[in-house]
RNA sequence: GCUGACAUAGCUCAGUUGGCUAGAGCAGUUGAUUUGUAAUCAACAGGCCCGGGGUUCAAAUCCUCGUGUCAGCACCA
């Protein structure tokens, strides 16, 4: 196989300018390695555009750079192009990659490009962003365009893309500026990397959330409700209460206490804490009797008044504070998205109030925490650490004190971190918990916060050994994050099959003719009393209806029971993913789901 | 919020260049059938075609303003 590029320096370079230097490397062949794909991709995208720029001659061209998921190019046309151009340009694409055209490379001087695309104001303004005296141009047939390469020697080596996406997007990615049209693509070296990753995304798009989520009547959304506003159906309901208790008794355990905080409070309490000013647009206000109240976005607040009901002395602390808070912030429309992103949602929320000397172990328990709950749902999950920003309040000690005292906790627990230089709240550093998904996806769920600026605008304080007055530190953390968000990712995770501790319904029971369904209703009794939910599925239905029916509803167990089984006491168990079947004795049976649905502890 | 697309029965979707009483499958109801591991048969019922305004002899279909949804951008927990 030719080489489409070599890797000098550790940089990728065609071969056409590798020849004009005399540079060499290590060769690069078309497959799917990470170098192969970048200039495979790239010269894509230009082919792309050469394709576009034939079928809409007015267009211009801003910048096609390469992305994790392939390739996209932002441009503009007078024309509107829409999901039901792709494929026209696709075959555009087709027919000039036939063609083989060589991509040839020239340079010309910064002066001369600004000449060349004097009419093409994007063009322009890419070159502005370019502090060199030459610039490259790239041909291939008729077409040029600016860029800054590699490429592959030929489009004729294009064979194997999509077209995925076309949207807008902001030029130079500022919501400022005007927008452009951009479409997404994917490319690979071979036809079978393609149909893989196209069968990936179907798969991806099977496990949707909203789409499960409505199939197994688990939530609900709208029109006349408002957007955003999730509605919890039966089904959901049961899922979210059973990850309620388990979460419930695992903060009880670990010495939190309930606490509830009112929904609204009064807006000087909002300027008190910054969120009136640094929050406010995210906020809903309403008045009563003329007094303005703030819906909380955050349960902060609620908590900071629970520690204030009393005095505290340093031997009470840390205290920790814990409530499923419901919240409300105003997300642009755009932004929302099924359960993943919602104007109201419910966080597993907690405040930590503690010395400063405590704020390491503090942190290590938090983490310890997150840790067993994200095994336990086999989540893979990466953490970051965010450090000082440019922004920020408080002593460079204390924040050089929390910062280390995050990164101690990880460390002891050898976990590994990432760190994100300046990306800390303006009032403290913090740890985020992003969770890779079944199939890649990476989400940000639990955050752990180290605050000094609220308990210091509160005035919060503590009796320390010598009676003196002092400031205690809070320490905000959400493990799910949200129950909204966090069942979403569960949804997708599982692919809807949750495991039997959280399922909605944890056994159907299907009898097979009405002479058993008191036996089943006998059966179902006894479930509950385990804590245990099922369904009879008892209609004037066929058994093998009845069973499909509760196959489709993912349910973890299915139990048959007939003639049989009343008669030796035993069920007959269907498995929901190897459709095998086995038989169990009732007790064994009981025992078993027992066992199945109390395995999980936090 | 921005760009583009979309909105028809509980759900998934048909509905031709504006033209008769807006259709189907599933789900639902009622019968018949009483079933041994993924769809028994039949009948019935279901709609302000997202909501206001407009154009037209005539609007589910065209225009317009909202609302909601989708893709991405931007924002962000």
Redesign the pocket.
Known sequence: MNAIAIKHNDQIIDLQTAEQLGFEGEQIHLDNSEDSLEVLRHSTAHLMAQAIKSLYPDAKFYVGPTVKEGFYYDFKTQT?I??GDLKKIEKQMLSFAKKKYPIEKYEISMDEAKVKFADDHLKLAVMERIPDETVSIYKQGEFEDLCRGPHLPSIGLIRYFKLT??????LG???KNE?L??I?GIAFADKESLKAHMEMLAEAAKRDH?KLG?EMKLFT?R?EV???FPIWLPAGGRLRARLESLLFKAHRKRGYEPVRGPEMLKSDLWKTSGHYQNYGENMYFTSIDDVEFGVKPMNCVGHIKVYEDELHSYRDLPIKYFEYGVVH?H????????LF??RE?TQDDAHIFCTVDQIEEQIIEVVDFVDKIMSTFEFDYKMMVSTRPEKAVGDDKVWELSTQALKNAMDKNSLPYEIDEGGGAFYGPKI?IKITDAIGREW?CG?IQLDFNLPERFELEYNGDDNEKIQPVMIHRAIL??FE?FIGILTEHYAGEFPMFIAPTQVAIVP???VHKDYAKQLSDKLIDINTDSEIYA???????R??VA??TRVPM?V??????IKNKTV?I?DRRT?E?YNLSEEEFLTLIQTKVNEVNF
């Open positions: 509107e829409g999901e996406k076309v949207s807008g997007a902001y990615g500022d919501s927008m049209t951009r997404y909203r409505n959304f029109e408002g957007a955003g912030r997300e642009f429309t755009g932004a929302l998205h099924g992103r919602v949602f985020d940000q955050t994050g949200s968000r097979v003719a009405d209609r004037n239905d066929s058994l093998n209806k069973i499909r196959e489709k299915i048959v029971i007939g003639d049989e089984e007959a269907r459709r079947q």
